[in-house]
């Protein structure tokens, strides 16, 4: 799995190579306000803001 963020040309550029190249993998483009206009024929377009929620050793949660 790759997951691209979005909103930069650098995402913009990662993604053209990516619908360009094998279609052995899944990626996901990530914007945070879903206002970027772009095609994806073997991506998966994410909008919103990303939370992430990681658990350490000692159960402890931190959000991201």
């Known amino acids: 799995m790759i997951l691209v963020f979005g909103?930069?040309?650098?995402?913009?550029?990662?993604?053209?190579?990516?619908?360009?190249?094998?279609?052995?993998?899944?990626?996901f483009y990530s914007t945070k306000t879903g206002e970027q206009d772009i095609t994806l024929h073997h991506g998966q377009r994410i909008d919103g803001a990303l939370t992430i929620l990681l658990i350490d050793d000692n159960g402890k949660i931190y959000e991201i």
Request: glycine share 14%.
């Open 7 to 27: 909103g930069t040309t650098e995402g913009r550029k990662a993604v053209e190579v990516l619908e360009e190249g094998s279609k052995d993998y899944t990626f």
